[in-house]
């Protein structure tokens, strides 16, 4: 069923995913680059603590974002699978499996997020606390949501790795996307461990080793939405599987 689905418009499913991807990017982008990176200040809790409390909004407003965008990862891992299983339908469930981890990884995460306006904000319990307390608690939980991120991203790296791989097989789309997502995958995965293993390393690192993975995922989605998959070696790929499909049923 999935295949004589996915054989009738891959274009269509081709278009949709880059979309959502591109939608997926820019969200995840405007969110770091324009929320957290903008109101938290490194090292210092109580100048972290007024910046987020003079712009309470734009904290809702990255948070907003961030679920928007995990939001869109769900259908999208349903693109990639409907695109890769005609190469491997072992290989894109696992894959899709691997997303389905780090999605519910940084949807759980976003309640350290939370925890930041809990902690930051009026209630007549928080008077139990000074505020430099507060304050330190709310900068453990955006420190918390950082490692909480990393964790997520090295499940999204296996993720890339697979699809850089059933890319590289399929012929209908260019091997040289294949690549430069396993290029990302290999940068996720060193940035998490790193963090985890090796802070100081890390923190040089960061952020250049995210270019890789920027440049890989912005072209795959770009292609998607722009060119979609090659249709006749689509239908080649698809041909071939039912023939081994109704070859394997006759023999059984």
Known sequence: MADRTAGTSPQLYARIGGLLYLIIIVAGVLGELFVRSTLVVSGDAAATATKIMAAESLWRIGIAGDLVMHVCDIPLMLVFYVLLSPVSRPLAGL???????????????????????????????????????????????????????????????????????????????????????????????????????????????????????????????????????NLVKWEARVGVRSAAAAGAGERG
């Open 95 to 229: 894959a899709l499996l691997f997303n389905l981890v780090q999605t519910a990884v940084l949807v759980a995460n976003k309640l350290s997020l939370l925890n930041v306006l809990f902690l930051l904000g009026s209630a007549d319990y928080l008077k139990a606390f000074e505020p430099q307390q507060l304050h330190a608690l709310a900068y453990v939980s955006i420190r918390s949501h950082g490692y909480g991120f990393s964790v997520g991203l090295v499940f999204f790296a296996f993720t890339c790795l697979l699809l850089g791989h059933l890319i590289r097989r399929s012929g209908y789309l260019p091997g040289i996307l294949g690549v430069l997502m396993q290029i990302a995958g290999v940068c996720y995965l060193t940035n998490s461990f790193a963090l985890l293993l090796a802070p100081k390393v890390a923190g040089a690192l960061f952020p250049w080793i995210m270019l890789p993975c920027l440049a890989g995922e912005l072209s795959l989605a770009l292609w998607l939405l722009v060119k979609g998959v």
